[in-house]
């Protein structure tokens, strides 16, 4: 596609509920990142995929939080037993191979939970 | 550990006026990216430095990187209110962006 698309764009759920946010990259991006904007704050890292190699969980703030990719395109993030805590805008980002090129993000899915 | 860190974090200024954003960064590396951001909106790509002394501008907007010194700087020209936005100067290191807090930028009329 022309751009990162990400779904839902909103997602209002029960504290204790799982949650699933789905990121499709730009066709030929081998690079996918998920990141974590909370109101008002900058941008913290969650997870990283390149191609085939294992991805960079570092930055997962705990294990309630999951990621997946599958085929090297699209991208699930899973948060289990949501915490009100964890509301925040969840964006992904993919990059096309090569130094120089810029990470394109989605415009985001918004997780409130209530 | 790498750090990011952007001055200042708020910003009022008139039109007209310049005045330059700082990204400061705490280990070595030559790639540095700039982004904007609107309320409720997601990340624009601004810039992308690759290397020391890189300059890049677009409108009113100038980007240039000291690798030495570890820092960047996003220096905006007689401004205009539609330069309004927060800016997120990001680093490239490990195989990912780690980004500065963000300066949010009000231009007033």
């Known amino acids: 596609g022309a751009g990162v698309s990400q779904s839902p764009s909103n997602k209002v759920t029960e504290k204790g509920k799982d949650v699933e946010l789905r990121c499709d990259p730009i066709s030929g991006h081998t690079a996918l990142y998920w990141y974590r904007q909370s109101l008002g704050q900058g941008l913290e890292f969650l997870i990283y995929?390149?191609?085939?190699?294992?991805?960079?969980k570092s930055g997962l703030p705990s294990d309630r939080f999951s990621a997946e990719r599958t085929g090297g395109s699209v991208s699930t993030l899973t948060i289990q037993r949501t915490q009100q805590e964890d509301s925040a805008v969840y964006l992904c980002a993919s990059r096309r191979p090569g130094q120089g090129y810029g990470y394109t993000f989605g415009s985001g899915t918004r997780l409130t939970v209530v | 550990e790498l750090k990011v860190e952007q001055n200042p974090l708020f910003l009022s200024m008139q039109e007209g006026k310049n005045y330059t954003i700082y990204c400061n960064y705490s280990?070595?590396?030559?790639?540095l990216y700039w982004y904007r951001q609107d309320p409720g909106k997601s990340l624009e790509s601004l810039f992308v430095l690759l290397s020391n002394g890189a300059v890049k501008q677009e409108g009113r907007l100038m980007a240039s990187l000291d690798t030495k010194a570890r820092l960047s700087t996003l220096h905006i020209t007689a401004a205009v209110h539609d330069l309004s936005a927060t800016y997120f100067c990001g680093l490239y290191g490990n195989e990912k962006l780690t980004f500065g807090t963000g300066t949010r930028l009000t231009i007033i009329p």
């Open positions: 280990t070595t590396s030559d790639r």
């Open positions: 995929f390149q191609g085939n190699s294992a991805p960079d």
